[in-house]
């Protein structure tokens, strides 16, 4: 848009300035008259030639460019390519904003961009989770099998002890069944050996007789 300076004054007034952006100087002394009245425009000058339009100016060629689009059928390609777009334009105008499909489509794929680095960040959390799971339950299952192990040495031991015990327990049963028979026989070998000496003795007197 270009930006015109116009000089003007009242009938029985001094001269005064104002700015307006418009596209041609023919619509800026339109709207210097339509804005002030009858006055008489003594200079013009062009400023500025990349001027930001009003907002009103923006909301009016907002207007044309819906009703021209329209013309263009309900199927029309223009049509579908500013679908949304003028919220956007609307948005803008009312909030002095810069914002654009484009500019939140791009925002929108950085988001899903930072999500699929979420996503795989949490996937390698999780699969680091599984592979630390895989080896406790293998330290576990080692454990168990050391557990089982000694449990089954710890049988076989008390096994073994069992059946010591049950041998010592013959070995003292006989030793005290050997005692008993020894005290027999030397009973008996006493009691031979006196009747050897009686025997001996008798023997003795018919010898002596």
Do not use: W
């Not at 008259?33 to 100016?57: C, H, M, P, Y």
């Not at 948005?91 to 680095?117: Q, Y």
């Amino acid at each position: 848009m270009n930006e015109y300076k116009l000089a003007f004054h009242y009938p029985e007034g001094g001269t005064e300035t104002a700015y307006i952006v418009d596209r041609t100087e023919g619509a800026a002394r339109k709207v210097l008259s339509k804005r002030f009245g009858e006055v008489e425009i003594t200079d013009i000058e062009l400023v500025n030639t990349d001027a930001n339009a009003t907002k009103e100016q923006e909301r009016a060629t907002l207007e044309k460019i819906k009703a021209m689009v329209a013309e263009l059928g309900p199927d029309s390609y223009l049509k579908t390519a500013f679908s949304g777009c003028y919220e956007v334009a609307e948005e803008n105008i009312d909030m002095d904003a810069a914002f654009s499909l484009k500019g939140r489509a791009e925002l929108a794929e950085g988001r899903v961009k930072d999500l699929e680095n979420e996503i795989k960040d949490l996937e390698d959390q999780i699969n680091e989770g599984k592979r630390q799971v895989a080896l406790l339950e293998r330290e576990i299952a080692n454990e168990k099998a050391k557990a089982q192990s000694t449990d089954a040495g710890i049988e076989e031991l008390f096994q073994k002890n069992e059946e010591y015990k049950t041998a010592l327990s013959q070995m003292s049963k006989a030793l005290d069944e050997a005692h008993s028979a020894t005290g027999d026989a030397q009973r008996r070998a006493e009691e031979a050996e006196a009747q050897v000496v009686q025997l001996k003795a008798k023997l003795y007197d018919y010898m002596t007789a």
